[in-house]
Nanobody
Framework: QLQLVESGGGLVQPGGSLRLSCAAS????????IGWFRQAPGKEREGVACITITASGGSTNYLDSVKGRFTISRDNTKNTVYLQMNSLKPEDTAVYYC????????????????????WGQGTQVTVSS
């Protein structure tokens, strides 16, 4: 059974950092396109960061508002994808989800949540003083 489990969320002050993890079981993440998405109350789900399959170079793409602050990466030995979030802002507050897709998604489209078939349960990130 394919499963994604996010962890690492929590409460952090503005300017702080968090690292989210997305661990996979039942499949090998390096063969999947992976995205991190977030959804705040009353807002639509939006793509934050994505990374293409390793064999295609592992290209990344980011939401404009997180560029330079967030970094997506893979550790294939741990079958885990990470989202390092620095310089967090209150507007980053949301439930964060990771998602996987077994097609190679080009960087230009891998932030579109409708393209993903497998989803984790989400982890809450709250940025507040």
């Amino acid at each position: 059974q394919l499963q994604l489990v996010e962890s690492g969320g929590g409460l952090v002050q503005p300017g702080g950092s968090l690292r989210l993890s997305c661990a996979a079981s039942g499949f090998t993440l390096e063969y999947y396109s992976i995205g991190w998405f977030r959804q705040a109350p009353g807002k639509e789900r939006e793509g934050v960061a994505c990374i293409t399959i390793t064999a295609s170079g592992g290209s990344t793409n980011y939401l404009d508002s997180v560029k330079g602050r967030f970094t997506i990466s893979r550790d294939n030995t741990k079958n885990t994808v990470y989202l390092q979030m620095n310089s967090l802002k209150p507007e980053d507050t949301a439930v964060y989800y990771c998602a996987a897709e077994d097609r190679h998604l080009l960087p230009g489209v891998c932030l579109k949540h409708v393209l993903y078939d497998y989803w984790g349960q989400g982890t809450q990130v709250t940025v507040s003083s």
